[in-house]
Each structure stands twice: as C-alpha cells, then as structure tokens.
C-alpha cells in the first residue's frame, strides 16, 4: 500500500508561475523525499527534508514539512516548460541501524502530475 | 560514471510465462531495491537486496524473486505471470552506511516496461 496522498493529482499552469504540490503520510518517518518521473521513465531524486526540519530550499524548489500534520509541501518557483513531469513524494521510516542501513524501502504517493504550458 | 542500467527496456510475455529483468547499480552503489509501477500509479516497493540476500521485501506474492551478484548487479524473476503483472518495473540503487548518518537516496534506471498479453 501506499503511505504518501498527494494533492492535486493534476496541475496545469502557464509557464513562470509557481506550482505547488502536496503530500500527506500516515506514519512517522525518518525523512521525507520528492522525486520527478518523465513521461514514464526512471525517476530522479529532487530534494530531501530530514523528519528535524521544517524547511530547505534547492534552487527554485523550496520543500516544507510538518510532522505534527504528517504532511509536506513542494513549491516549484518560476515554473518552466521543461519542468513538465510527475512530481512523486516518498518517505522513509528508516530506523538507524548500528549494522547496515535498511534503506531503499521508501513508500510513494501516487504523484501529481505538472503540465507547464509555455 | 554510468548510473543504473536496466535491461530489456521493453518486453512482452504471455500469461503464465517467466520473466528476468537485470540491473546493474551506480558506480559505488551496493545495494539494489526493485519497484513497480503500474500506469497512473507511484513505484510500489517489491525488495531489496544487499550484500547478496533479500533484506526487506513489499506486499508481493513468492512468484516474484530476486538475486543480487557479487558484483552488485541484480535480477528480478516473475514466474506465472498474470494480465496484473504488466507494469514498469524499476530499479533503484544505494548506498549502505553505518550509524544514523546518511540519507536513503534512490538513483533509479530508466526502467523495464513489461506488458503481459
């Protein structure tokens, strides 16, 4: 199943406006991460935000997240054409282990889907 | 430096046949995750391999098996294959540390779509 909702699942914006894309969760986690998929191909990791922090920014994207809602935030500032993508939010319940890191289970939304019109 | 390489790309089987998909990981990379993803949906987690065994595994029936190699690179083995299997299948590799330091970032391949006619 499938811990991230993500809202709206369609977003279509003319180019240089902001778009932004929500997430919530139903558990604790360790931290939070966004992705971008084009057109059905391999996703690429955009940006992550620690379950400690509230706010982290990466060029023109700008993530927030708050726990005690279980939910975080994708801002994509002065939106572009080329930005044109499903946009996947995923969190890890990582525990830290002293032996190895369980990572790689990270739970996915179902995405939104960004159309930029230029 | 190559990142995750997947192959075939594309392929399509029968019900009831056996499929392997292959992955090789990042440079660097020691661990290899498998995800699927059907039309419309996000990547669901099917598991994950490190040092040569399966780690964590998602909600998927024992007709989806897994191996990972001594040099890192992995296979995903459906057997029985039914219409539902039909899906990108994606690989996504990592790297392992110890201790609470190090984020779990996925570098994923461009995926193998399987179609099940």
């Known amino acids: 199943s499938q811990q991230g909702e993500e809202d709206p699942q369609a977003l279509s914006i003319q180019e240089g406006e902001n778009a932004t894309m929500n997430c919530s969760y139903k558990?604790?986690?360790?931290?939070l991460q966004w992705y971008r998929q084009n057109s059905g191909r391999g996703l690429v990791h955009l940006i992550l935000i620690r379950s400690n922090e509230r706010e982290k920014h990466s060029g023109r994207l700008r993530v927030t997240l708050d726990t005690s809602k279980k939910s975080s935030s994708l801002l994509i500032t002065a939106s572009r054409a080329a930005d044109t993508a499903s946009y996947f939010c995923a969190t890890d319940k990582r525990a830290s282990t002293y032996l190895y890191n369980q990572g790689g289970k990270l739970i996915f939304g179902q995405g939104t889907e960004l159309s930029v019109k230029p | 430096d190559a990142g995750v390489t997947q192959s075939p790309t594309h392929l399509i089987k029968t019900r009831g046949q056996q499929v392997t998909l292959r992955c090789s990981p990042k440079s660097g990379h020691d661990t290899v995750s498998w995800y699927q993803q059907a039309l419309g949906q996000g990547p669901q987690f099917i598991f994950q391999y490190y040092e040569e065994e399966e780690r964590q595994r998602g909600n998927f029936p024992d007709r989806f098996s897994g191996h990972q190699f001594p040099n890192y690179s992995s296979e995903l083995n459906v057997n029985a294959l039914l219409l539902g299997d039909s899906a990108l299948y994606l690989c996504?590799?990592?790297?392992?540390?110890?201790?609470?330091?190090?984020?779990?970032?996925?570098?994923f391949g461009a995926g193998s779509r399987l179609t099940v006619l």
């Open positions: 996504a590799s990592s790297s392992t540390g110890t201790g609470s330091s190090g984020a779990n970032v996925l570098t």
């Open positions: 558990t604790s986690i360790n931290n």
